[in-house]
């Protein structure tokens, strides 16, 4: 089970209503399945329909992840107007990335006065299983 401390879950959703309209991603970094830092990364598609982590600010949180003993439990990103579920898009891209150990978060604004926060993984077939997912 994937489990975000509350204020790691926050963050996520103050970082998704501050690049509003576009997506926001990001890293969540710890160990095992256990969320202890947040990578706030940013859109270089700059685009209300998909992400592009900024390839210099992924390397130095993979480089300063590494250096604190973590490594990168999920990727993070927004939907600004849709439910908290992988595009096709998503998966395609996870797909390319080959990234398929680690968990993908999703924060939906579909209804900014209640986001909504879900867990899933990809994968090498593209299918998508939500995961257990504890905030707090």
Known sequence: MLSIGKQFADEMVKHSLADDPNECCGILAGKSDQVLHLYRIANAAKSPYRYLMDPQEFLNADLD???????????????????????????RMALQS?????????????????????AYRIDEEGGVTEQDLQIG
């Open 65 to 91: 992840s590494e250096r604190n003993g973590w490594k990168f439990v999920a990727f993070y990103h927004s939907h600004t107007h849709s439910p908290a579920y992988p595009s096709m898009t998503d998966v």
């Open 98 to 118: 080959g990234y398929l150990d680690v968990h993908y978060v999703l924060v939906s604004l579909e209804n900014k006065d209640e986001p909504q926060i879900k």
